[in-house]
């Protein structure tokens, strides 16, 4: 895969259909966001603590089953709930995951133009042959890493702003 957002596509185009809900973090960027809006899903935004939690109290009073919920709450999969963990800020930590899907961004961590993970645990996506939709996105990465690779070594200002513009492009 890509990026992390792909391995989110797949999930959503798999659930996609009628009235699905996500229960998504407060936090969470346009692209955790995206892929689910992409797909109709009913989008709802969980609150978090003050240590940076889910609030549990919330999220069992709201969601149902058949929902999905990205955060590893173990104690929902009683409700038939699919879990989605996005283990990017902890890949190089490896425990063991209990969600249904893991999810990662493995470009955030390597300078890669391109990278994402996902295990499927229960093995319900039917993985056919992965087809990169637009290998332009791999391009327009490689040329901002070889710009922000650049600024680092040179320190030019205006070399962040420029390896920042086609980070977003892609």
């Known amino acids: 895969l890509r990026s992390g957002r792909d391995a989110l596509k797949l999930i959503a185009k798999h659930y996609s259909g009628e009235n699905r809900k996500i229960f998504l973090p407060a936090l969470s960027c346009n692209s955790m966001i995206e892929p689910f809006r992409q797909f109709k899903f009913n989008i709802n935004y969980y609150p978090i603590n003050e240590n940076f939690t889910a609030n549990e109290l919330y999220i069992e009073k709201n969601i149902g089953t058949d929902d999905l919920l990205l955060v590893n709450l173990k104690k929902l999969k009683q409700k038939k709930v699919k879990i989605i963990q996005d283990v990017t800020q902890?890949?190089?930590?490896y425990k063991a995951y209990h969600a249904d899907y893991v999810i990662a961004s493995i470009r955030k961590w390597f300078a890669l133009p391109d990278g994402g993970l996902l295990i499927d645990r229960n093995k319900e996506i039917p993985y056919k042959k992965l087809v990169i939709e637009n290998e332009h996105f791999s391009?327009?990465?490689?040329?901002g890493l070889k710009i922000k690779s650049d600024y680092l070594s040179n320190g030019v200002s205006g070399l962040k702003k420029e390896y920042r513009k086609y980070f977003l492009d892609a």
Do not use: N
Request: net charge positive.
């Open 90 to 93: 902890h890949i190089l930590h």
């Open 139 to 143: 391009q327009i990465r490689k040329i």
